[in-house]
């Protein structure tokens, strides 16, 4: 009965640790999409900045004019915002890296 109990226990704390390790994966898939955007924005500002005219941005279906400075503020706003959110899923990554490797350290102490 003891080894039931054990064998249990090992496969709940495999499943967690699985659970962990699938938590990482969408953290790095979000954490990239994100990084995406921020070069994309990154590429506009650049563009914007070359420019003194009139720039364009879509919003729905149509193209509407704004002067390049007003874009420039939307997208160094978007930029910072960006930051904020990879900031956040690095923190919450970060932590979940850490359960994980207490959890396999666990895992691994109860196998010797």
């Keep these: 009965m003891a ?8 496969r709940e704390q495999i499943m967690q640790m699985q ?29 914007v900045t070359k420019t003194k005219k009139a720039v ?10 704004h ?4 874009i420039k503020k939307q997208l160094q706003k978007s930029r910072k915002e960006l930051d904020i959110k990879i900031k956040s899923i690095e923190r919450q990554e970060n932590k979940t890296k850490e359960s994980a490797e207490e959890l396999q350290n666990k895992l691994t102490r109860s196998l010797k």
């Design 67 to 70: 002067s390049a400075a007003d």
């Design 19 to 47: 659970l962990l390790q699938q938590r990482i994966q969408v953290f790095a898939a979000q954490k990239q999409q994100l990084q995406v955007q921020q070069i994309e924005i990154d590429n506009a500002l650049k563009e």
């Design 56 to 65: 364009y941005s879509v919003v729905g279906e149509i193209m509407v004019e």
């Design 3 to 10: 080894s039931e109990k054990i064998n249990e226990d090992m």
